[in-house]
Nanobody, 114 residues
Framework: QVQLVESGGGLVQAGGSLRLSCAAS??????MGWYRQSPGKQRELVAA???????NYANSVKGRFTISRDNAKNTVYLQMNSLKPEDTARYYC??????????WGQGTQVTVSS
């Protein structure tokens, strides 16, 4: 069973930075991404990166967040700069295989204070 282990969440002041990471125990994944969910809201895609390095971002984070991956380590990163209170959410990593099977991390809380 593939396991995803997330790290890097926490409490930060507005304007600050955090770096999230998520590592898989095995397997090569086609797409890696980060989603977030706030209370009362639907889970939304924050950023994703293909195995070839193509990225896409939610409009709300463009220019502030950067997603990257290390295929040798089966790890995806999310560098979050210029954080805003509206970025407060639980962040989940998502790994998708070539067969379109999804795996999810347990989530890590990011709280941005104003």
């Amino acid at each position: 069973q593939v396991q995803l282990v997330e790290s890097g969440g926490g409490l930060v002041q507005a304007g600050g930075s955090l770096r999230l990471s998520c590592a898989a125990s095995e397997r090569i994944f086609n797409r890696m991404g980060w989603y977030r969910q706030s209370p009362g809201k639907q889970r939304e895609l924050v950023a994703a990166i293909s195995i070839g390095g193509t990225t896409n971002y939610a409009n709300s984070v463009k220019g502030r967040f950067t997603i990257s991956r290390d295929n040798a380590k089966n790890t995806v990163y999310l560098q979050m700069n210029s954080l805003k209170p509206e970025d407060t959410a639980r962040y989940y990593c998502n790994f998708r295989t070539l067969a379109a099977t999804d795996y999810w991390g347990q989530g890590t809380q990011v709280t941005v204070s104003s």
